[in-house]
């Protein structure tokens, strides 16, 4: 059974930090791309980060740049996000989220509230 379980949400002040994880279980890790999204209410979901299981190359969103910071232990099956200079406008569900060209899996996703 595939899963992908994050964690590490809660509620932070502005200029805080978090760390979510995602632990991946049931596919072939190193074959995926393992992106980050999140959903405010009311606006679409976006891509914050990914990064390649294969090589580690990285891609943030512009909004993220200098703030957030992707990485992943192969060994664990497991992505991070760590997120510093938190923002009143991070406050979103973030998603974790494994894909390739021919499929792709999402998590239940965890709750990133920043207060001002």
């Known amino acids: 059974e595939v899963q992908l379980v994050e964690s590490g949400g809660g509620l932070a002040q502005a200029g805080g930090s978090l760390r979510l994880s995602c632990a991946a279980s049931?596919?072939?890790?190193?074959?995926?791309?393992i992106g980050w999204f999140r959903q405010a209410p009311g606006k679409e979901r976006e891509g914050v980060s990914a990064i390649s299981s294969s090589d580690g190359s990285t891609y943030y969103a512009n909004s993220v740049k200098g703030r957030f910071t992707i990485s992943s232990d192969n060994a664990k099956n497991t992505v991070y996000l760590q997120m510093n200079s938190l923002k009143p406008e991070d406050t979103a569900v973030y998603y974790c989220?494994?894909?390739?060209?021919?499929?792709?899996?999402w998590g239940q996703g965890t709750q990133v509230t920043v207060s001002s």
């Open positions: 989220n494994a894909f390739t060209p021919l499929r792709q899996y």
């Open positions: 049931g596919f072939t890790f190193d074959d995926y791309v």
